[in-house]
């Protein structure tokens, strides 16, 4: 089935193991003391794991192009030795591997930052310093030296970061390049920058050295280029040198999602294929691919060459020998929640994934087989529950696991039904596999007493049992018209056509979100996403904007907060924009400084920043926390029963998945 992912690419100099190229991230080990040895691990597992050819994360080709201060950079001999740990553990498992160039211009957190003009980004608190043409011809010459330090330091090739909005693209369009000179004005001088980092870079490395260069083929921003415009550059590339081309979507500071969950999958494999054919080099084309049968597609309906996954790498390293196996049900899937990754990033803290803690760990976090074989029972297959129980039985442990509810997944059960989460359905389809697997024991339906695992007579006991949603106390709470978040996404009892949320943390956010549409959801078609969030596919301008058109929300929707200040603060880094952006496209009302007084037969009474006001609702749906499940702790540990908790169970406080996840991760990995 997954041949065409398997063929050999014929590139003249070398032949590529598949058609599946590791994208580059910024998995913030390189800062690290120790990092590049733990760098080393997380790309020769991914070798090991049959990828055929990977792509580091950005490194600088000099001081001014750092994402901060103190980020990585090649731009001598000894910083390219500290590299040759990486690539020599990449080449002894049979991979191939590129070393990213990535100059950030104005989007670097530091005060060195340049750009081709003084114009500051929307995204970023420092204005950049305007290149002068010394600047310009020194920063060429870095790239080709960094190039050189690439191939010393073992690489077998550079990705040139010619998209998301950094230093090249802010020279290839006008809305950031004033100049009036040689490298400013016509789209001719203004491409003249790429372009000739791509000839001196092949000058410098020689033919047998792969150059990809990364096109921003779909720039996303007003005043981007055209696609006539793309189509030149592509031209121009092939001829300056390069060897495949890959595909960039949007700037970082677009307004429209390109990597979130709420991305359709392969969303934007059309803009590569509407450039085969126009290069004779191969196309790389990339985002929201997660699956084989989504890589699959993209290379049947030859919308590209090869196809590029970054954070899908970072959820299983082993991704692309179980496509190769046909054991595509037992990959798991990156939701694309960025949680663990992105988020992690763009908040300085070592990278990792949601689903895999072990990911860029791999040093740190092992599950060895145990010499010491336990009869072990796992109460609750949320999130904690289902991976302490793979672990565990993977280590060899003899395991049941108990779940209340008549399927696994606990609360990513309510997670999924959310328009634009459809994804976390993955999660639940990877933990089945592996729980059948590692054959345990699953009894569903099944609601354990502490009297029945005492009887039991189990060697451990990890309490996985949750949360469960915290009520409230103003008047009238138990008015019938007032559910809480579970009875509506759990049960799915009927909600009206006006409606009041309490608490606007990530549940309330994805309750509005929720009631806010009918029919099927956007992420599910490509088409229905691009009229949602304003992508022109037919291209008629640069940027390949056009405005939004989303479906309006089917209910008047109230989305309510105590405190004051922008709804969702805590909401993800790199999402919570585009849940806000979401929510204010259906126009819901968000209203904080609320103090909530009663619910009566009139509706919700509440005083706005000390105003009262009634909102005549037909519902009033609580959001507002949880509180953790633990009832069977005392009588367990009464009983002298060692017991142990995580995720919801252990603290309901700030709780998500990632942290349920982790907690049972190494949890499991010691027992
Ligand atoms: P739970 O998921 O609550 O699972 C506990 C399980 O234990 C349940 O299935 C319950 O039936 C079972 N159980 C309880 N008592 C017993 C018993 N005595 N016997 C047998 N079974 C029992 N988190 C994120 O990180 N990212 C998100 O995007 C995200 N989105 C969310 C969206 C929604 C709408 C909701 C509701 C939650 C979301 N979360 C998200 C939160 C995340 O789902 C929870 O943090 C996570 O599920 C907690 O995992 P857990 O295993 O500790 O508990
Ligand atoms: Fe994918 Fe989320 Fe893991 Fe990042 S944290 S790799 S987005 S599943």
Known sequence: MYNKLL???DLGFTTLKNRVLMGSMHTMLEEIPGGLERAAEFYAERARGQVGLIVTGGVAPNEEGVVFMGAGKMTNEEEASHHKIITDAVHREGGKICMQILHTGR??????LVSASAVQSPITPFKPRPMTIEDIERTIEDYAHCADMAKLAGYDGVEVMGSEGYLINQFIVKRTNHREDEWGGSYENRIKFPIEIVKRVRERVGENFIIIYRLSMLDLVEGGSTWEEVVQLAKEIEKAGATIINTGIGWHEARVPTIGTMVPKGGFAWV????MGEVNIPLIATNRINMPDVAENILQEGCADMVSMARPFLADGEWVLKAIENRANEINACIACNQACLDHTFTMTTCSCIVNPRACHETQLNYIPTENKKRVAVVGAGPAGMAASHIAAMRGHHVDLFEADNKIGGQFNMAKVIPG?????????????QLEKHEVNVHLNHRVSAEELIAGKYDEIILATGVTPRKVSFEGADHPMVLDYAE????????????AIVGSGGIGFDMAEFLAHQGESPSLSVEAYANEWGIDQSYQQGGALKPADPEPSPREIYLLKRSKGK?????????????????????VNMLGLVEYVKVDDAGFHINVAGEPQ???VDNVIICAGQEPLFELKEALENANQKVHLIGGAKNAKGLDAKRAIKEACYLMAEL
């Open 421 to 433: 989460k459809e994804e976390y359905q993955q999660t639940m389809r990877f933990y089945e596999a």
């Open 614 to 616: 009634l909102l005549e």
């Open 107 to 112: 989007y670097a957190y530091s005060d060195k």
């Open 7 to 9: 063929s050999p690419l």
């Open 567 to 587: 709804h969702g603060k805590n909401l993800g880094k790199t999402t919570g924009w585009i849940h806000r952006a979401s929510l204010k496209m259906k126009e």
């Open 488 to 499: 509506v996404l759990h049960q799915f009892k009927e909600v009206g056509k006006r409606v």
């Open 272 to 275: 590569t294929k509407r450039m």
